[in-house]
């Protein structure tokens, strides 16, 4: 993108970005719908939206832009120690309940499994490492995933190693470096994506560095965004621009995934960011934002549970077409109705909670 060709927002003050609240929420729900699709469409290139695992690319995209809006000014006055227990209680919490839900749905899933071929104690150090974002890829039934009882977890074990750098290295260096790094990452994304042939690995223990590299370019490219204010006045607005998204994640599944999916995750995303920081949002559509960006990760950390179930319940039921419809569209607003109960009674008590908490501590230490 060039500068000389956009029109830049001032930063300076504390803006919230709604559009790009409802770009996440939209980003999850496309998510649901490929884990869905998944095991409808072993065949990728009959999948409508087989490029919805993108959407964690652009996630990440997101969260460096974020990252550096919302801590650049004031790390180093709140110190890494501060910065650390904000990341924590904002992200764990949906962790934990993803990692109880998962073993939950392992343990009682009515539709199938195999639980008599894991020991109680292999179940249990499973369990563990999933609360503590530790990876384990030893559960078969859960397609060796790094997590086997949440598998989106994977990306946010990357979050958080992202968070990590950005405490120690990220946040001190100049703007040049930081293309630097970014440019490089570039070059990763694009020797991983030839490589593999697309960008869909990070999950899985043979692919674990794919998720490196792929969190490495977007959370850079995010941060670059903010830091060279690459905002792009317009009015596309949220419809406009939630459209624009879901292009990305439909695009046919091809032998030329190894170029196209570089693409979009190179380009398209960081212009997305751009273009939703610099969007004029409708009235009328600012709560649907809003909602759209609170439900987005109780969503995404909670639905897979469900997923594991509904995979073996379609392996062994073989439904018919339109009992497979009503049975998905009846599911995404099930999950979307139970991440809300997620979040309203358990994500933000328990974050306030521990806010509070930790506050209390400070103001007594600060005496």
Known sequence: MDREKTTAIPLQTKQHFEILDGLRGIAALAVVVFHFMEWVFTDPSKNFIGHGFLAVDFFFCLSGFVIGYAYDNRIVKMGMLNFFSSRIIRLHPLVIAGSVLGLLAFLFDPFGGHLELYSTGKIILTFFCSLFLIPLPVIADRGFNLFSFNAPAWSL???????????????????????????????????????????????????????????????????????????????????????????????????????????????????????????????????????????????????????????????????????????????????????????VFYDIPVRKYLSDKRNAKQKANNV
């Open 157 to 343: 074990f990357w979050e958080y190693v992202a968070n990590i750098v950005y405490a120690f290295v990220l946040y001190r260096i100049a703007r040049g470096y930081l293309l630097l790094l970014t440019l490089l990452s570039a070059v990763a994304i694009c020797y991983v994506a030839y490589h593999s042939g697309n960008l869909l690995g990070g999950w899985s223990g043979p692919t674990f560095w794919d998720g490196g590299v792929r969190i490495a370019y977007s959370f850079l490219a995010g941060l670059l965004i903010y830091r060279s204010n690459w905002i792009i006045k317009n009015r596309l607005g949220f419809i406009g621009l939630a459209i624009l998204l879901l292009l990305a994640f439909i695009m046919p599944f091809s032998k030329w995934n190894w170029l196209s999916e570089p693409l979009i995750v190179l380009f398209y995303f960081p212009l997305l960011i751009a273009l939703g920081a610099g969007a004029t949002l409708a009235a009328d559509l600012k709560k649907v934002c809003i909602f759209s960006g609170k439900i987005s990760y109780p969503l995404y950390m909670t639905h897979y549970a469900v997923l594991w179930m509904f995979g073996n319940y379609y392996t062994s039921h073989k439904p018919g077409n339109m009992h497979l419809t009503f049975i998905i569209l009846s599911g995404l607003i099930l999950l979307v109705g139970a991440a809300y109960l997620v979040m």
